[in-house]
């Protein structure tokens, strides 16, 4: 690998160590001023909502600015966000803004990769970076759940300025106000990202113009014999881990009587075994065999509906682990995938955009539906057993299209295998 690809891999993994942590912080701030229940599961289509709204400026953006600058501009407007909560803005519109720096983040981190490294490289990059990417997840769920926790809390509480009052009264704040660090911290990394020597493509002025061109985008790849395939599992496995990690704060407080703080340990025994799914998939996975792990798909919606039996603390753990490792392996080459054929079709930046359009688009989906049913007084167990036949039902289907397309397209897909084959290799 080189150099640079280290330096992304740092910059990665503490912006992602923050928004993990972030999201306990959050999720206990609007536990501590009361906040309706249906507002927690509802952090997690706030954070989407501008992956969205704004998927057809910020790949372009992302195309038209080094993208190490991008990465850099992106981490200040999460430290806007932090700012935000703390001066008492409502925690679901601050979360909001996070996610605006989230999503012009995700164009220049994985567009990079396609610029920076060979196609034959890009299955073992995206198995480093989910692997560290789920790293820090790990460690940032377990971190925000110890900052608002009974030990750390009480000492941040306590650490005192003299003759300023920074307003800094509860656990919560004391939490985010500290993760502001971590994304200076990257912001630093952020800019000592090379400049590749893929040429910049100009940004247009026109608005509309930039909606065309992402529309044209986003209806190439899913028209593509393997984009669409790749998109639509991608697509669905993020739609339903972003809600995922989210429901399993209820769910461990109906099931095991857990508070925010053990929780979070959950959501972190979720990342291990996704961790180790991504990295034995970069390891063993070819990029002309990543369709291959489709049935995972649906292996994976079962095991979610089988999550409702677990309520024993020694039978849930192993359970998350294996559920996440069968997630991460999925998931790794599809992504490479993916992004080898939106590399091929578009821009990087452009095709990572499509990607996150799709991907948080299924978040916000099933973030409102979940939401939706919360409000309504549906349980967790409940809730839960929906998200599981949801990904059955829904990866059967994409079985049975990637099938039909075999049938019907055998000169055109042996064709995009053998690019993929070529490009690939181990």
Known sequence: ???????????????????QALLVGAIE??????????????????????????APF?????????????????????????????????????YSVVGLGA???????????TELLPPSQLVKANGWIEGLTIASIILGILLGGQLVGP?????????????????????????????????LVAAVFNLYIPRTETPLQPLSNSPL????????????LWQDKLGQISLATTTLFWGVSGNLRIILFPWAAAALGYSTTQASNLGGVVAIGTAAGAVVASVYMRLD???????????MGLLVMGLNVATNIWVAIPFLIFLGLVGGYLVVPMNALLQHRGHNLMGAGRSIAVQNFNEQAC??????????????????????????????????LIRRWHISNCAKHPQELARLMELARSDGGH
């Open 289 to 299: 065999k990543a369709t291959s792990v489709i049935p995972l798909g649906i292996a």
């Open 209 to 220: 113009e930039l909606v065309r061109d992402f529309a044209s985008c986003n209806s190439r």
């Open 363 to 396: 978040i916000l989906a099933l973030g409102a539906l979940y939401t939706g049913m919360t409000k309504g007084g549906m349980s967790a167990f409940a809730a839960i057993a929906v998200f599981g036949l949801i990904v059955a039902g829904t990866m059967w």
């Open 1 to 19: 690998m080189k150099k640079g690809f280290y330096t992304i891999m740092s910059a990665q993994f503490f912006s992602s160590l923050a928004d």
């Open 58 to 94: 910020v790949g372009a953006f992302a195309d038209a600015v080094p993208k190490g600058k991008v990465m850099f501009y992106s981490n200040t407007i999460k430290v806007a966000g932090c700012l935000m909560m703390l001066l008492g803005m409502h925690p679901l519109l601050a």
């Open 103 to 113: 999503a012009a983040y995700s164009p220049a981190k994985y567009g990079i990769l």
């Open 29 to 54: 701030l609007l536990k501590s001023t009361q906040a309706p229940a249906w507002q927690i599961p509802a952090l997690g289509p706030m954070f989407a909502l501008f992956y969205v709204l704004l």
């Open 151 to 183: 030990q750390l809390s009480p000492m941040l509480l306590g650490v005192d300025i003299p003759f300023f009052d920074s307003g800094i009264d509860t656990a919560p704040e004391a939490a985010i106000c500290s993760l502001i660090l971590l994304y």
